[in-house]
C-alpha cells in the first residue's frame, strides 16, 4: 500500500506579510489622531504654540514603534 505524502504546508510568508500590509495606514491614522487631539488641547489652552501637538505626535509616534518593534521581535 501506497501511503499519500503529506502536503505541504504553505510558507507562513504570505501570512506576515498580511499582519504588516495595513502598518502604514494605521501609522497615518494614529498621527492624524494625534494631530487633530493636541491641536484641540492646544487651542483650549491657548497656547501660542503646539505644544500639545508636539507631544501627542512624539508620544503616538514612540508607541507605535514600541508595538512594531514588540511584534517584530515575537515573529522570530
Avoid: C, H
Avoid at 499519500?4 to 498621527?31: E, T
Avoid at 487633530?36 to 483650549?44: C, E, I, Q, T
Amino acid at each position: 500500500m501506497e501511503t499519500d505524502p503529506k502536503p505541504k504546508k504553505k510558507s507562513n510568508s504570505s501570512n506576515k506579510y498580511m499582519k504588516f500590509s495595513g502598518i502604514a495606514f494605521q501609522l497615518a491614522f494614529l498621527l492624524f489622531f494625534a494631530i487633530w487631539a493636541g491641536g484641540k488641547v492646544d487651542f483650549l489652552m491657548k497656547n501660542k504654540s503646539a505644544y500639545m501637538t508636539t507631544l501627542f505626535v512624539v508620544l503616538a509616534f514612540g508607541g507605535f514603534m514600541y508595538n512594531l518593534f514588540r511584534d517584530l521581535e515575537n515573529l522570530k
